[in-house]
């Protein structure tokens, strides 16, 4: 009997064994999947289907990506309507174009993944063109370059042409900025400034015009639009041929999903058109430039 209870339980062991299938642990934190196997996708992968010029007429409407950025892109305090420079860009850009425009606000960092997944079309808000940013969009030609200035009272405009002439100014930068990196090269190598720090560029706007700074070193535009909005009399150091004397440049660049080479082509011609037909010097002058 006690060997024909073992021989019951053999059998049952054995039918069981064949039944099961051995599946293979999962892999580790940080493994791929087995070798031969694809893993999966953690998100769907984005639209790469291009956007043609046929498919933009089709659909009737140019759907256009910003975030606000005075004086590119802003809410008037009268009427709460979207304009400035980049709003009027993307009107002319458009009606080139043949199509409507919509815009569509969003948060600065949203912009490139929106226009990854394809909510966006274009995207336009005084972007920087950067490399990381150019290996995930593609951008038309700048529209605008912007990059580190001098900015002076009147009376020095002639005795400041070069980073070289900062030797024992006194010289203004916001903490962390390019420019107070720049500042601490320009000590690094000998030239012997002094280097006052603000939490504000705007501090450092109010001390040059009391004559406790001599120079603030900040971005182009931004000293632009602080000179149209204050009516202040600093001036942007001009070199001898009286071109601005940038201290480095960028492009800003309206951007597109990756592979919409039509659509870049027609922002392209329509840029080019915008500057030759006297559009893009009328806006400049509106939404960047002090009255005359």
């Excluded at 062991?13 to 999962?26: G, K, R």
């Excluded at 420079?85 to 174009?97: E, P, R, W």
């Excluded at 042409?161 to 203004?172: C, H, I, N, Q, S």
């Excluded at 951007?255 to 080019?272: M, P, R, S, W």
């Amino acid at each position: 009997m006690r060997r024909w209870l073992l021989l019951v339980a053999l059998s049952l062991i054995l039918v069981l064994s064949a039944c099961t299938q051995t599946l293979p642990p999962p892999p580790a934190a940080g493994e791929g999947a087995p070798a031969g196997e694809s893993a999966a996708p953690a998100e769907a992968p984005a639209d790469t289907d291009e956007l043609t010029l046929a498919k933009l007429k089709e659909k009737g409407v140019l759907v256009v990506g910003t975030a606000i950025t005075k004086p590119f892109e802003f809410r008037d305090p009268e009427t709460n309507e979207l304009v400035g420079f980049d709003v009027d860009t993307a009107k002319y850009i458009a009606d080139k174009l043949g199509v409507d425009l919509e815009f569509r606000e969003m948060p600065f960092a949203s912009l490139i993944p929106s226009l990854e997944t394809r909510k966006v079309d274009m995207t336009i808000a005084a972007m920087y063109i950067k490399p990381e940013r150019e290996e995930v969009v593609d951008f038309a030609t700048p529209y605008m370059e912007t990059g580190l200035v001098m900015v002076v009272r009147p009376e020095l405009a002639d005795k400041v042409k070069t980073p070289e002439d900062l030797a024992g100014l006194r010289v203004g930068v916001k903490i962390g900025a390019t420019g107070d990196k720049l500042a601490q090269e320009l000590i690094d190598q000998g030239i012997d400034l002094v280097r006052k720090e603000y939490k504000e560029t705007l501090e450092s706007f109010v001390d040059a015009e009391a004559g406790r700074v001599d120079v603030v070193l900040n971005d182009y535009l931004n000293t632009l639009a602080y000179l149209k909005d204050t009516g202040s009399d600093l001036q942007i150091v001009k070199n001898e041929d009286g071109e601005v004397n940038f201290l480095s440049h960028v492009g800003l660049g309206i951007a597109v999903h990756d592979g919409d080479a039509e659509l870049l082509a027609a922002i392209n011609q329509a840029l080019e058109e915008m500057q030759a037909d006297g559009t893009y010097d009328a806006l400049y002058q509106k939404w960047l430039l002090a009255s005359q």
